[in-house]
């Protein structure tokens, strides 16, 4: 470690004060949450909503697919409302008509300007002044405003029932119809939608801002960024500005020159280590990875038709059986598991390697036993899933076995703990074969690195069970990012880099030094800007400007890494022309340089054009994000994940050939395929929904007068084209890897 010693304390410093950091203003989310009221109540004292009504709301809301049908506080999916802003405005409009009726006896809409503003300053005082007491645990409405939250309530209310004077809205928002039964689960799901409302728009105690930071956009009541929010922005642009510049600076006068890389060897050193049984049995984890990336590529195509469609697949209504909310989750789940899955095989993979060659006892069994019970609880991820959304599972049990409701950590509970034991199990797995490693002399360094990322990768996925079926959607949101940002964009990019640098380094293409130096360098530079950064999803889900601030600063820093990735890619590519025996390695090389690309692109400028305060207050909750989702979600992570997978497949079938003109056709499809979904249609609709929401507010811009325009129809469609361009490269590199499967070696 003495030769490394000054990178090894950069990164446990820096590791040390960011997840200070993180847990510091943790507990401030903790802290400064909205409060949830025991009562809302009229000045007579009759109750309009209780803490348990609107706990409860938030449960039937879950049931139904939560986050993955609408949104709330812009998180969640993008074809009907943010059912935050949506309600917002809705109950402003009541409120007008009715305050209209009282005063001038006339609909608002007929009032002159004077009268409009007149009415305006009432309701801006009305709504963002705080009425909540701290002492009693109550807030206190008017009567006008409990009539406009009633008139609001009904109208949710028949929503999601079956109202056929609705059928044409829920048709354009991808709802089936009877989304939720129980007329008394719709009621308290209606407490829930008004109370994430009544804190966009209420003001915290001693503060200009509401809860939420004044979002969403609603000119009514002068929601608008806050003077913060702009200067964090800017803050947040400069400091992307001076990283640039002083990696550039760093990346010129501080790297080493003088270190050449070794000879490549005449033969792939990989190809004379004796294949172990626990190798020979990853063939199904990598029949598995392609079956689930082809399951979630068709169900992406299926659920992107449903936004032009609503209800129906070319005419076809199979809404009640399979509707928009359940095939997005499966379309997202599959793909997590695919992915994770790639994961897993490449460490199992590596695992003998790092063991000299030879598996620990009873490893075999082991990659058995997790097969299987990967297998379970992707089974039982989906059926609970469905029988959620479809409301057959019970109530009680839709958190534990059916669909916890939220984003990217969909599955219920049960199947959680369950991924979690596989995920530790496969850390045992892997600790068995890495632990004799370190009684072996010489230099540990990139060893001990590689190690602390499954470490990291086995236990903080346990950040998942920091929140409960109930637990306050704050707080909830901080812990989930843990996962969605933390452990995949955080822990997964440090053991990609250090697996990556370890599969090179044995194949004698890289020095032992260069690979170890390049993988702290890369690690300290990730967690740098990617643990405190985790705040830039937080910056509306009723946190404070600390939040903010902090999630802008470092969030900004998070981008400065990917400036050198063309480099990266560069190195990659040029690593084939190193050898004749590369060449056979070509296709997996190739995934790595998509990697890199889609790290720019896709983390890089997409992420960083929604990470600033004053952009993401716009765009969040619009078609900017699934932009940057897919390009770095597939594009980073999953092109990641199909690299290791053709790199195991082609150890663990030495005599393989890859088909070149499949493969070239899968590669070179799938990435004009996804350009043609980002900027033919994802992007431009996200900008023109960007306009909307700068000028009319994020409820117009989801309105379904605003989606059913000509124009936006048109570009939905047009999706097709790349969608079916990129599903033609995903079968065929499907097909490849199970032909390799099927392949007999000599």
């Known amino acids: 470690m003495a030769g490394y010693r000054k990178l090894w304390w950069i990164l446990i410093c ?88 009282e005063v001038f006896n006339q609909p608002y809409d007929s009032l002159t300007g004077a009268q409009q503003n007149q009415l305006q300053y009432e309701l801006k005082q009305e709504y963002r002044t705080n009425t909540y007491d701290k002492d009693s645990n109550r807030v206190i409405l008017s009567d006008r405003r409990v009539q406009a939250i009633e008139q609001t309530a009904d109208y949710y209310s028949r929503l999601f029932s ?19 039964p129980s007329a008394e689960r719709r009621a308290v799901m209606t407490d829930f939608f008004f109370w994430t409302a009544w804190a966009a728009a209420t003001e915290r105690p001693d503060a200009d801002v509401t809860y939420t930071n004044n979002w969403p956009h609603e000119q009514l009541i002068d929601n608008v960024p806050s003077a913060e929010n702009i200067i964090w922005s800017i803050v947040s642009v400069i400091l992307l500005i001076a990283g640039v510049g002083g ?53 992406g195509g299926f659920t992107a038709h449903y936004t032009v469609e609503g209800q129906e697949f070319y005419g076809i209504d199979v809404s009640q059986w399979f509707p928009y909310s359940l095939v997005r989750t499966w379309h997202i789940q599959a793909a997590l598991f695919w992915i994770a899955t790639g994961f897993l095989a490449a460490g199992l993979f590596l695992a003998p390697i790092i063991n000299g060659g030879k598996d620990p006892k009873y490893q075999k069994l082991g990659v058995d036993i997790l097969f299987w019970a990967l297998v379970l609880v992707v089974a039982g991820t989906f059926i609970g899933n469905y029988l959620a959304i479809a409301q057959i599972m019970p109530e009680h049990l839709n958190f534990w076995l059916g669909h916890q409701g939220y984003e990217y950590v969909d599955l219920g509970r049960l199947w959680q703990i369950g991924k979690f ?32 990322s499954v470490v990291a990768i086995g236990l903080f996925y346990g950040a998942g069970f920091f929140y409960g079926e109930r637990t306050h959607i704050s707080i909830m949101e ?73 999630g802008a600063t470092f969030s900004a820093l ?65 078609n900017t994000t699934p932009t940057h989702a897919h390009a770095a979600l597939f594009g980073v992570y999953g092109f990641l994940a199909l690299g290791f997978v053709l790199l195991v497949l082609r150890y663990i079938r030495p005599t393989l050939q890859f088909d070149d003109k499949l493969m070239k056709m899968a590669f070179w499809t799938m990435n004009i395929g996804l350009c043609l979904m980002l900027f033919t249609s994802l992007l431009p609709v996200g900008f023109i929904q960007f306009y909307a929401a700068a000028t009319e507010g994020l409820w117009y811009a989801r309105s379904e007068a605003f989606m059913q325009q000509p124009l936006l129809q048109g570009l939905r469609w047009f999706r097709t084209v790349g969608d079916m361009i990129f599903i033609v ?17 000599a």
């Open 247 to 299: 990696l550039i600076w760093g990346w010129a006068f501080l790297r080493n020159h003088d270190e050449d890389d070794p000879a490549a060897p005449k033969e792939d050193p990989l190809t004379k280590i004796k294949l172990t049984p626990s190798q020979k049995a990853l063939g199904k984890y990598l029949f598995i990875v392609v079956a689930l990336f082809s399951l979630q590529v068709l169900l």
């Open 421 to 452: 034991l596989g995920i530790v199990f496969w850390l045992v797995l892997m600790m068995r074969g890495v632990a004799g490693a370190f009684k072996v002399k010489g230099d540990k360094n990139l060893l001990a690195l590689f190690t602390a």
């Open 162 to 180: 079956d109202d056929p004077e609705l059928r044409p809205t829920r048709v354009s928002y991808a709802m089936k119809e009877n989304t939720l």
């Open 558 to 622: 998070e981008v400065v890494p990917l400036i050198v990735l063309g480099w990266e890619a560069w190195e990659n590519y040029s690593l084939q022309k190193k050898a004749d025996w590369m060449q056979r390695l070509k296709w997996p090389l190739m995934c790595f340089v998509a990697v890199a690309f889609w790290n720019m692109l896709g983390a890089g400028v997409l992420g960083f054009m929604i990470n600033p305060p004053i952009s993401l207050y716009y765009v969040q909750g619009l």
């Open 729 to 745: 490269g995903a079968l065929a590199i499907s097909w490849q890897v199970v032909k390799g499967l099927k392949h007999k070696s």
């Open 14 to 101: 820096i590791l040390a004060i960011t997840f200070g950091i993180l847990g510091y203003f943790g507990k401030e989310v903790y802290r400064e949450a909205p409060p949830i009221p025991d009562q809302f109540v009229t000045p007579q004292g009759k109750i309009i909503a209780t803490e348990d009504s609107i706990l409860d709301g938030q449960t039937a809301w879950q049931s139904v697919g939560g986050m993955q049908l609408g949104s709330i506080w812009g998180h969640g999916a993008y074809q009907a409302p943010d059912w935050t802003a949506d309600w917002l405005h809705r109950e402003l409009i009541a409120w007008l008509e009715i305050r209209a009726q």
């Open 478 to 550: 901080y812990w989930r990012w843990w996962i969605v940002h933390l452990w995949v964009e955080g822990f997964f990019e440090v053991f990609a880099t250090a697996a990556l640098a370890f599969i090179f380094h044995n194949m004698g293409l890289v020095s032992r030094r260069m690979a170890t130096v390049a993988s702290l360098a890369s690690a300290s530079l990730f967690m740098l800007g990617g643990v405190p950064g985790t705040f830039h999803h937080l910056y509306f889900s009723g946190t404070t400007t600390p939040v903010m601030a902090v």
